[in-house]
């Protein structure tokens, strides 16, 4: 049972275009969403995150989107650089103190061109 | 300050043998992880644990164990390798076990299994 669902695969953007990458979840325990961008040979990096009392964070080029009653977020890059090629995964942890791990989607291979 | 540090970086065994992962967390973080990031997928959680106790496991084998020392830094330990071991380690720390903290992800050992 996958509990976060990522959308698409892979995208391929022009350079100074907007990428989306969509996630929907199914638990709605959940309560924390962040985005990490993984680069070949790294671990992930923490992007953005939000949590589910706010429908929209935007940080720099890089917006969350948050829709709890449809239980989907984005992320939507703007201005897309070829330095953010990268894979971007989203994920979701249930809020309680202690043991709660991070449930990720399977991942979005974003790739900008010139 | 450092980073989540983890070696080694690569390590090729063979089927059967025994390997052991090591991880040290940000300086002033008590919360470890160990997630295993097969080629091509998100990462899949393996442990947490939390003031030197295991506060959670994922779905793998008793083959999996982990601990964490008494200065926050944590091993990994997978007995009687398979091929399908093969993979990206990732260790994750946090400055607490609760729900309002991110996490930060080492780069990872890559395992292959031979």
């Known amino acids: 049972q996958q509990q976060v669902k990522q959308s698409p695969q892979s995208l391929i953007v022009q350079k100074g275009g907007i990428s989306i990458i969509n996630c929907a979840y199914e638990n709605t325990a959940f309560d924390y969403f962040p985005w990490y961008q993984q680069f070949p040979g790294k671990g992930p990096a923490l992007l953005i995150a939000i949590r589910p009392d706010v429908s929209e964070k935007k940080e720099g080029r890089f917006t969350i989107s948050f829709n709890k009653s449809a239980k989907q977020f984005s992320l939507h890059i703007m201005d897309s650089q070829p330095g953010d090629s990268a894979t971007y995964f989203c994920a979701a942890r249930k809020g309680s103190a202690g043991n709660t791990p991070l449930v990720f989607g399977k991942g979005t291979r974003l790739s900008v061109i010139a | 300050d450092a980073g989540v540090t983890q070696s080694p970086t690569h390590l090729i065994k063979t089927r059967g043998q025994q390997v052991t992962l090591r991880c040290s967390p940000i300086?002033?973080?008590?919360?470890v992880s160990w997630y295993q990031q097969v080629l091509g997928q998100g990462p899949q959680f393996i442990f947490q644990?939390?003031?030197?106790?295991e506060r959670g496991r994922g779905n793998f084998p008793d083959r999996f164990s982990a601990r964490q020392f008494p200065n926050y830094s944590s091993e990994l330990n997978v007995n009687a390798l398979l091929l399908g071991d093969s993979a990206l380690y990732l260790c994750?720390?946090?400055w607490g076990g609760g729900a309002n903290t991110e996490a930060f992800f080492g780069q990872g050992t890559r395992l292959t299994v031979v």
């Open positions: 644990y939390y003031e030197k106790e």
């Open positions: 300086s002033g973080h008590k919360s």
């Open positions: 994750a720390s946090r």
